[in-house]
């Protein structure tokens, strides 16, 4: 298995630009998750997913867009990039079995400045 | 009610000392803890996890102390390593529950630094 696999590795955008983060994870979970990381701050969860079709705003989603139309793969789109979205993203996926959550599983990350 | 507090922000040991970085958490309902090591340039992975049915976790040389009433829980690295150096993060969550409510609440950080 690869697990949870995130493109681009790194990105530089110009201000205003749009892109899109991929995220694909082969383990057949049914909860996903993008999380923004900055220096010092911990992890930030952006938006979520339970499950094909189904997605949910989590503490910062401001700036973004999610969308699930397969288990396998999570994308989160910027629109309008912006400076304070500079920052490291990491898209993560657990399975959840008895109504209980279990391990997340993160991906490699990608970094992205916004200049 | 669903922040998680950590500390310290960073540590510097020698080698074979005990690092200890501790949590408080505010909800009483939170029922999972894990703390997750982060390498540079890496994706956080689970290092090891308690359900507050116990008051310690050992899994090699880690070991989690949960305090139910005080609501900390700490984490403990016996005879540290220069490869144990990396960023450690707690985390709380309700997996009871699905949607928002059994996402992780994650701690800011704890940078550790083990000297040779």
């Known amino acids: 298995n690869a697990g949870v696999t995130q493109t681009p590795k790194f990105r530089i955008l110009k201000i205003g630009q749009s892109m899109t983060l991929q995220c694909t994870q082969d383990?057949?979970?049914?909860?996903m998750y993008w999380y923004r990381q900055d220096p010092g701050m911990g992890l930030k969860l952006i938006y979520y997913s339970v499950g094909a079709g189904i997605t949910d705003k989590g503490e910062v989603p401001n700036g973004y867009n999610v969308s699930r139309s397969t288990t396998e793969d999570f994308p989160l789109r910027l629109e309008l990039a912006a400076p304070s979205q500079t920052s490291v993203y990491f898209c993560?996926?657990?399975?959840?079995?008895?109504?209980?959550?279990?391990?997340?599983?993160f991906g490699p990350g990608t970094r992205l400045t916004v200049t | 009610q669903q922040q998680v507090k950590q500390s310290p922000q960073s540590l510097i040991v020698q080698k074979g000392g005990i690092p200890i970085i501790n949590c408080a958490y505010e909800n009483t309902a939170f029922d999972y803890f894990p703390w997750y090591q982060q390498f540079p340039g890496k994706g956080p992975a689970l290092l090891i996890a308690?359900?507050?049915?116990?008051s310690e976790k050992k899994e090699g040389r880690f070991t989690i102390s949960f305090n139910k009433s005080a609501k900390q829980f700490s984490l403990h690295i016996m005879d540290s390593q220069p490869g144990d150096s990396a960023t450690y993060f707690c985390?709380?969550?309700?997996?009871?529950?699905?949607?928002?409510?059994?996402?992780?609440?994650f701690g800011k950080g704890t940078k550790l630094s083990v000297k040779p």
């Open positions: 985390a709380a969550s309700l997996t009871s529950y699905g949607g928002s409510q059994g996402n992780l609440i």
């Open positions: 383990m057949n979970h049914n909860y």
């Open positions: 993560a996926s657990s399975r959840t079995s008895g109504g209980r959550n279990y391990e997340q599983y």
């Open positions: 308690i359900r507050p049915d116990v």
